[in-house]
Antibody, heavy 120, light 110 residues
Framework: EVQLVESGGGLVQPGGSLRLSCAASGFTFSTYWMQWVRQAPGEGLVWVSR???????TYADSVKGRFTISRDNAKNMLYLEMDSLRAEDTAVYYC??????????????WGQGTLVTVSS | QSALTQPASVSGSPGQSITVSCTGGSSDVGGYKYVSWYKQYPGKAPKLIIYEVSNRPSGVSDRFSGSKSGNTASLTISGLQSEDEADYYCSSYTSRHTFVFGTGTEVTVL
């Protein structure tokens, strides 16, 4: 059974840093592309970042230069390092697995999410 | 990258069909066949229901169908049921090799 379990969320002051983790199991993690998606309270889904199986990365403009996505295939772990956090980064952060059909553009499994609150 | 435009809410009676639209531009929806749709219950993670415009993942009801014309993708739910009451989001790959979600649509079963 595919499982994605996020952790690392919490309360952080503006300008602070936080690292989110996503533990993957039930599939060959190293061969899949992975993404982070966030959702502010009461708001819609917003794409954050993706990492390919070869570790190449892309980011949304709103987090570029502040967030870093990475993976440890030996540990089946996905990470999101978040620096220079702002109030507008407050959200539930989901990790999700990309499913391959003719592309890696759909997310077939999602974690339960971890809440990040940026506030003084 | 601005969010794709969806109606805030759509409603229908049980058994009816409804359509949710998702409008972008030539650099996202109009330029690729990589449009997905997700269903989300409050407080829960999203679930993939349509990928690559019109494909349904295994286990998803055939009451859900997707299509695209120009810069607008559409999700149709036929034979509306109470369990269809949820938020629905479209998503598209973009020319900048990023992704963008829609603004979200709340579907209400009357």
């Amino acid at each position: 059974e595919v499982q994605l379990v996020e952790s690392g969320g919490g309360l952080v002051q503006p300008g602070g840093s936080l690292r989110l983790s996503c533990a993957a199991s039930g599939f060959t993690f190293s061969t899949y592309w992975m993404q982070w998606v966030r959702q502010a309270p009461g708001e819609g889904l917003v794409w954050v970042s993706r990492i390919a199986s070869d570790a190449t990365t892309t980011y949304a403009d709103s987090v570029k230069g502040r967030f870093t996505i990475s993976r440890d295939n030996a540990k089946n772990m996905l990470y999101l390092e978040m620096d220079s956090l702002r109030a507008e980064d407050t959200a539930v952060y989901y990790c999700a697995r990309a499913y391959y059909s003719s592309s890696w553009t759909q997310l077939d499994y999602w974690g339960q999410g971890t809440l990040v609150t940026v506030s003084s | 990258q601005s969010a794709l435009t969806q109606p805030a809410s759509v409603s229908g009676s049980p058994g009816q069909s409804i359509t949710v639209s998702c409008t972008g531009g030539s650099s996202d929806v109009g330029g690729y066949k990589y449009v997905s749709w997700y269903k989300q219950y409050p407080g829960k993670a999203p679930k993939l229901i349509i990928y690559e415009v019109s494909n349904r993942p295994s286990g998803v009801s055939d009451r859900f169908s997707g299509s695209k014309s120009g810069n607008t993708a559409s999700l149709t739910i036929s034979g509306l049921q109470s369990e269809d009451e949820a938020d629905y989001y479209c998503s598209s790959y973009t020319s900048r090799h990023t992704f963008v979600f829609g603004t979200g649509t709340e579907v209400t079963v009357l």
